[in-house]
């Protein structure tokens, strides 16, 4: 088994799609942990409503890194889709579901179409400290740092984010700061 790690992000009924998302990943595949969720002001877009994001990590179904690529990109496009993602949305516009590779496992490069490590590890502050809050001693596969150390000198800019109260299978996965 490979640890895959996703970000996840919705801002058009919040609450409803990260649940969805976390249901179906529950479902699918094993070992799930999840980050808490974050409110986050929305980078790059015009459109100002805020987003949830989190970092979910679990095992990928197949032993073969390479392979899980594919279809694991697959799978969180249908489920994007799914929860009323549309393939001809602008790339910085309201999100009903996002679901983005972070890693799988230590790969690193084009695989299957999919950039890896996705660079908005170290890009956005919505991706990172929820990253390095689940999995604080995980090294990235490029740089070799721990998610904490990248966390601890991450310049947040005009980034901002803070942790919501957040309730998921009948229990408090999130609580706001």
Same mark, same amino acid.
């Given at each position: 088994?490979?640890?895959?790690?996703?970000? @996840?992000?919705?801002? @058009?009924?919040?609450?409803?799609?990260?649940?969805?998302? *976390?249901?179906?990943?529950?479902?699918?595949?094993?070992?799930?942990?999840?980050?808490?969720?974050?409110?986050?002001?929305?980078?790059?877009?015009?459109?100002?409503?805020?987003?949830?994001?989190?970092?979910?990590?679990?095992?990928?179904?197949?032993?073969?890194?390479?392979?899980?690529?594919?279809?694991?990109?697959?799978?969180? !496009?249908?489920?994007?889709?799914?929860?009323?993602?549309?393939?001809?949305?602008? !790339?910085?516009?309201?999100?009903?579901?996002?679901?983005?590779?972070?890693?799988?496992?230590?790969?690193?490069?084009?695989?299957?179409?999919?950039?890896?490590?996705?660079?908005? @590890?170290?890009?956005?502050?919505?991706? *990172? !400290?929820? *990253?390095?809050?689940?999995?604080?001693?995980?090294?990235?596969?490029?740089?070799?740092?721990?998610?904490?150390?990248?966390?601890?000198?991450?310049?947040?800019?005009?980034?901002?984010?803070?942790?919501?109260?957040?309730?998921?299978?009948?229990?408090? @996965?999130?609580?706001?700061?």
């Amino acid at each position: 088994m490979v640890q895959v790690v996703v970000s @996840i992000g919705s801002n @058009i009924e919040r609450e409803r799609h990260v649940l969805a998302c *976390l249901d179906a990943l529950h479902a699918e595949f094993t070992q799930l942990r999840v980050s808490r969720v974050f409110e986050s002001e929305p980078v790059g877009f015009e459109d100002g409503r805020n987003f949830y994001n989190l970092v979910a990590a679990f095992e990928s179904p197949t032993t073969e890194a390479l392979a899980a690529v594919g279809e694991l990109r697959d799978w969180c !496009k249908r489920l994007e889709f799914a929860n009323g993602r549309r393939a001809d949305s602008a !790339k910085f516009s309201p999100r009903t579901l996002d679901i983005d590779l972070l890693t799988v496992g230590d790969l690193s490069g084009t695989i299957d179409g999919v950039t890896l490590p996705r660079e908005e @590890i170290t890009a956005n502050a919505f991706v *990172l !400290k929820p *990253l390095a809050e689940l999995l604080p001693d995980t090294r990235h596969p490029v740089s070799q740092m721990r998610y904490a150390e990248l966390w601890a000198n991450f310049d947040l800019g005009d980034q901002r984010l803070w942790p919501v109260d957040f309730h998921w299978r009948g229990r408090l @996965i999130s609580r706001a700061a």
